[in-house]
């Protein structure tokens, strides 16, 4: 007979956990990480877990607190930081994941729409996963495991002293109440806060200060002319590396070599000698530069084979899905005939708060102007909302919250979406915005569902108040969700690029009867060098000039073409200065959907390569959507990552000889390891720098093209003939900080995980 379960807090116990300081850490970091996942989902469509380096560095900074004469903390309080920090990082991937095709589509967008779509999807997913805690939580415990929520468990105990912990297992005094970061979480958390303030420092040295070149690139010649190597060597792109580890890097870094090292060299050998351009470029093949070849055609195919690797994975976990939308739905069915909670550590926010709050989330849904949301939308909002959130939790509770099928549920939601509005004939401009605002709701109810229930089974294990857990990350939510907007929209204001239209649409006329928008200038450093004032107007066709948003004078002549800097392709302005944009893969991936079932005007032939590139690796046996991610992305992204996934085998190796461990218990706490500690700050540091780098980027224009002079005549680390390899040196130093870290742990310890507790003990 199974032993009931006791929580490491007693449920008669009432111990401080839901305080103003708690609350105001937890959104604070949530801020901080959401900001980074944001950054990094616009650069390679993926995001890393916060909750593990939130929870260690609560552990630290109420450690230090206490040491300063404050008080401790108690782990239900740190339970409640990590709570409210990891909404961020779950509002950030549907925002990078759907928002930017608006731009894609070539439509503006509007920090009101993009806060809304955050705000409301945020809240709309922790509501409504709210009803299933007690039939997913605690009926299914020893059934779904939680991976994530039951690791961070175990960080938050491991950062227990060791009285405090006897306490707490013998359940004999309120002792247990004070869970103060430990030995263990002292020394995790400087590991984050040293991977953060290096990452920091790094980007900023080499992206602002232009101390060495940061993508050391080579062209290639003979047979693979056309083709070219580089690294973006970022600390943020090393640490997500470190973080996957070898398999996704590798097969990122796979996608990344067809496109260079194959298709388009095949591209320069058979249509070289083309005497003019070749569709849908628009110059000729053989002066095309790696970038143009990427942005005329690869970019095509590689949105193709996202766009089917996203279907096929989706298709894959059919059975999982059906399976979760039964066994979500009987649950729900459960919990509402459920009897009512008594103990503490059963107390859920009323139900008719959240029977409330998500009835007054959809009648704003509906009076939101800038959403373009009709009745109908917010129909399949409340029901693809509902469907995806109950099989977010429960997929979450089986397989982890890094194998959830997010990205398929949008596309799913989309397709379905956009398929309704065609057999209606909504097919305007504005039928986009409502499609697509339906998709990123969906979305980030459905990643902020996981979550929800990966923290709330972290609370269930310590023993929690669940109503605590629900404010606080209702809080946190709200909070992420209102500064990632306004960040998301400086990011592409920053990497905006205005091109002349003569270059790219000569003599380009607007139609008398088109629509246009309101009076605006250019933005940024551009705004200085034309004051004047325009309006502007989207183009949906490629008739004349490729498609997207274009200024036009009072003469209806247009003047400049808007490249914006999510999915852009012109990285340098007219005056010769070059900007980093964002490539956002799995964004294309959702504009092309409603582009192909709304639109119906795409390159076709292109896509339909991609589609079979994806194909013939299913039927390989290779799962074909990160490899379509790396086919999409310069191979100057996925190369940092494999180098990360390199270091994270060896590493992985060294340690499975060195404690004598089985495969699964070197990966469990290789996830929880130093190294892994350390990319996470690394990510961190090298986003946050990256963000505030960018939003100085209209500020220090001058200084910028000052810097970039000086380093180009007389830093051989980013200019001359030596600066490729050169500036490996600081990135091979970067890298050798992973190695380092968890050559030391080893050091110190070579007994199993299980007499350790979650990382070196000092």
């Given at each position: 007979?199974?032993?009931?379960?006791?929580?490491?807090?007693?449920?008669?116990?009432?111990?401080?956990?839901?305080?103003?300081?708690?609350?105001?850490?937890?959104?604070?970091?949530?801020?901080?990480?959401?900001?980074?996942?944001?950054?990094?989902?616009?650069?390679?469509?993926?995001?890393?877990?916060?909750?593990?380096?939130?929870?260690?560095?609560?552990?630290?900074?109420?450690?230090?607190?206490?040491?300063?004469?404050?008080?401790?903390?108690?782990?239900?309080?740190?339970?409640?930081?990590?709570?409210?920090?990891?909404?961020?990082?779950?509002?950030?991937?549907?925002?990078?994941?759907?928002?930017?095709?608006?731009?894609?589509?070539?439509?503006?967008?509007?920090?009101?729409?993009?806060?809304?779509?955050?705000?409301?999807?945020?809240?709309?997913?922790?509501?409504?996963?709210?009803?299933?805690?007690?039939?997913?939580?605690?009926?299914?415990?020893?059934?779904?495991?939680?991976?994530?929520?039951?690791?961070?468990?175990?960080?938050?105990?491991?950062?227990?002293?060791?009285?405090?912990?006897?306490?707490?297992?013998?359940?004999?005094?309120?002792?247990?109440?004070?869970?103060?970061?430990?030995?263990?979480?002292?020394?995790?958390?400087?590991?984050?806060?040293?991977?953060?303030?290096?990452?920091?420092?790094?980007?900023?040295?080499?992206?602002?200060?232009?101390?060495?070149?940061?993508?050391?690139?080579?062209?290639?010649?003979?047979?693979?002319?056309?083709?070219?190597?580089?690294?973006?060597?970022?600390?943020?792109?090393?640490?997500?590396?470190?973080?996957?580890?070898?398999?996704?890097?590798?097969?990122?870094?796979?996608?990344?070599?067809?496109?260079?090292?194959?298709?388009?060299?095949?591209?320069?050998?058979?249509?070289?000698?083309?005497?003019?351009?070749?569709?849908?470029?628009?110059?000729?093949?053989?002066?095309?530069?790696?970038?143009?070849?990427?942005?005329?055609?690869?970019?095509?195919?590689?949105?193709?084979?996202?766009?089917?690797?996203?279907?096929?994975?989706?298709?894959?976990?059919?059975?999982?899905?059906?399976?979760?939308?039964?066994?979500?739905?009987?649950?729900?069915?459960?919990?509402?005939?459920?009897?009512?909670?008594?103990?503490?550590?059963?107390?859920?926010?009323?139900?008719?708060?959240?029977?409330?709050?998500?009835?007054?989330?959809?009648?704003?849904?509906?009076?939101?102007?800038?959403?373009?949301?009709?009745?109908?939308?917010?129909?399949?909002?409340?029901?693809?909302?509902?469907?995806?959130?109950?099989?977010?939790?429960?997929?979450?509770?089986?397989?982890?919250?890094?194998?959830?099928?997010?990205?398929?549920?949008?596309?799913?939601?989309?397709?379905?979406?956009?398929?309704?509005?065609?057999?209606?004939?909504?097919?305007?401009?504005?039928?986009?915005?409502?499609?697509?605002?339906?998709?990123?709701?969906?979305?980030?109810?459905?990643?902020?569902?996981?979550?929800?229930?990966?923290?709330?089974?972290?609370?269930?294990?310590?023993?929690?108040?669940?109503?605590?857990?629900?404010?606080?990350?209702?809080?946190?939510?709200?909070?992420?969700?209102?500064?990632?907007?306004?960040?998301?929209?400086?990011?592409?204001?920053?990497?905006?690029?205005?091109?002349?239209?003569?270059?790219?649409?000569?003599?380009?006329?607007?139609?008398?009867?088109?629509?246009?928008?309101?009076?605006?200038?250019?933005t940024g450093p551009q705004g200085r060098q034309d004051p004047g004032t325009y309006r502007g107007w989207h183009k949906t066709s490629a008739e004349g000039g490729p498609p997207?948003?274009?200024?036009?004078?009072?003469?209806?002549?247009?003047?400049?073409?808007?490249?914006?800097?999510?999915?852009?392709?012109?990285?340098?302005?007219?005056?010769?200065?070059?900007?980093?944009?964002?490539?956002?893969?799995?964004?294309?991936?959702?504009?092309?959907?409603?582009?192909?079932?709304?639109?119906?005007?795409?390159?076709?032939?292109?896509?339909?390569?991609?589609?079979?590139?994806?194909?013939?690796?299913?039927?390989?046996?290779?799962?074909?959507?990160?490899?379509?991610?790396?086919?999409?992305?310069?191979?100057?992204?996925?190369?940092?990552?494999?180098?990360?996934?390199?270091?994270?085998?060896?590493?992985?190796?060294?340690?499975?000889?060195?404690?004598?461990?089985?495969?699964?218990?070197?990966?469990?706490?290789?996830?929880?390891?130093?190294?892994?500690?350390?990319?996470?700050?690394?990510?961190?540091?090298?986003?946050?720098?990256?963000?505030?780098?960018?939003?100085?980027?209209?500020?220090?224009?001058?200084?910028?093209?000052?810097?970039?002079?000086?380093?180009?005549?007389?830093?051989?680390?980013?200019?001359?003939?030596?600066?490729?390899?050169?500036?490996?040196?600081?990135?091979?130093?970067?890298?050798?900080?992973?190695?380092?870290?968890?050559?030391?742990?080893?050091?110190?310890?070579?007994?199993?995980?299980?007499?350790?507790?979650?990382?070196?003990?000092?």
């Amino acid at each position: 007979m199974m032993r009931p379960f006791k929580p490491y807090i007693a449920p008669d116990q009432h111990v401080p956990e839901l305080s103003l300081r708690a609350v105001m850490l937890g959104t604070v970091l949530g801020m901080v990480f959401g900001a980074s996942s944001l950054y990094l989902v616009l650069k390679v469509g993926l995001t890393v877990s916060a909750s593990i380096p939130v929870a260690v560095i609560s552990l630290a900074l109420f450690r230090l607190w206490s040491k300063a004469g404050g008080h401790d903390a108690t782990i239900l309080e740190h339970n409640v930081v990590q709570t409210a920090g990891s909404a961020g990082e779950s509002i950030a991937f549907g925002l990078g994941v759907t928002m930017p095709a608006i731009l894609i589509l070539g439509f503006d967008l509007e920090l009101s729409r993009v806060m809304l779509v955050a705000v409301l999807g945020g809240l709309l997913g922790i509501l409504m996963m709210i009803p299933l805690r007690r039939a997913l939580i605690v009926a299914q415990h020893g059934v779904l495991k939680y991976p994530e929520g039951t690791a961070c468990a175990e960080v938050l105990k491991a950062g227990v002293r060791k009285d405090a912990r006897d306490a707490a297992e013998n359940a004999e005094s309120g002792a247990a109440a004070v869970a103060s970061a430990g030995p263990t979480g002292g020394l995790n958390a400087a590991t984050v806060f040293a991977g953060f303030g290096v990452g920091l420092l790094y980007k900023t040295l080499m992206s602002a200060f232009k101390l060495w070149k940061d993508v050391p690139e080579r062209l290639l010649g003979g047979p693979l002319r056309g083709g070219s190597v580089g690294a973006e060597i970022s600390p943020e792109l090393l640490g997500v590396g470190y973080i996957i580890g070898p398999r996704i890097a590798g097969i990122l870094m796979a996608g990344g070599a067809l496109s260079y090292l194959l298709l388009m060299p095949m591209i320069r050998f058979f249509a070289g000698a083309a005497p003019g351009p070749v569709p849908p470029g628009t110059i000729p093949v053989a002066e095309m530069t790696p970038n143009d070849l990427r942005g005329a055609y690869i970019l095509y195919i590689g949105a193709g084979a996202v766009a089917a690797g996203g279907i096929i994975s989706l298709l894959r976990s059919w059975p999982l899905l059906m399976h979760g939308i039964r066994s979500g739905l009987s649950d729900l069915s459960r919990a509402v005939q459920g009897n009512r909670p008594v103990h503490r550590t059963e107390r859920d926010l009323p139900m008719t708060w959240v029977l409330g709050g998500i009835a007054a989330l959809i009648v704003a849904i509906l009076l939101a102007r800038p959403l373009h949301m009709n009745l109908l939308g917010a129909v399949l909002i409340v029901l693809f909302g509902f469907l995806f959130v109950t099989v977010s939790s429960r997929l979450t509770g089986e397989i982890g919250s890094s194998s959830n099928p997010i990205s398929g549920m949008t596309v799913a939601t989309l397709l379905l979406t956009c398929l309704i509005f065609l057999s209606l004939g909504w097919t305007e401009p504005a039928h986009y915005v409502t499609a697509l605002s339906v998709g990123g709701i969906v979305c980030i109810a459905a990643s902020n569902g996981g979550t929800t229930s990966q923290d709330l089974k972290t609370g269930f294990l310590l023993g929690a108040t669940p109503r605590a857990q629900q404010v606080a990350i209702l809080i946190g939510a709200t909070a992420s969700a209102l500064l990632l907007g306004p960040i998301l929209l400086r990011l592409n204001e920053a990497a905006t690029v205005y091109v002349p239209a003569a270059r790219v649409a000569p003599g380009l006329q607007v139609p008398a009867d088109a629509p246009l928008g309101p009076p605006e200038r250019l933005t940024g450093p551009q705004g200085r060098q034309d004051p004047g004032t325009y309006r502007g107007w989207h183009k949906t066709s490629a008739e004349g000039g490729p498609p997207g948003k274009y200024l036009v004078n009072d003469e209806g002549r247009a003047v400049w073409y808007v490249d914006p800097g999510i999915n852009g392709r012109f990285r340098t302005r007219p005056d010769g200065s070059e900007v980093q944009k964002f490539d956002a893969p799995k964004a294309t991936l959702m504009s092309y959907i409603i582009k192909g079932v709304l639109d119906r005007e795409l390159p076709w032939g292109l896509v339909l390569f991609g589609v079979m590139i994806a194909a013939i690796l299913e039927l390989c046996g290779v799962s074909s959507l990160a490899f379509a991610v790396g086919v999409y992305l310069p191979i100057s992204a996925s190369t940092p990552i494999f180098v990360g996934g390199l270091l994270r085998a060896w590493v992985d190796r060294c340690r499975r000889r060195h404690q004598r461990l089985s495969a699964e218990e070197a990966a469990i706490l290789g996830d929880r390891s130093p190294g892994v500690l350390l990319a996470s700050g690394y990510i961190a540091g090298g986003a946050i720098a990256g963000i505030g780098i960018a939003f100085l980027a209209g500020l220090m224009t001058d200084l910028d093209r000052r810097l970039s002079e000086w380093a180009a005549a007389r830093n051989p680390f980013y200019g001359g003939p030596a600066a490729d390899w050169l500036a490996l040196l600081p990135f091979l130093l970067l890298a050798s900080g992973l190695v380092w870290v968890e050559r030391r742990a080893l050091r110190r310890t070579g007994s199993p995980p299980s007499s350790q507790g979650v990382g070196p003990a000092s």
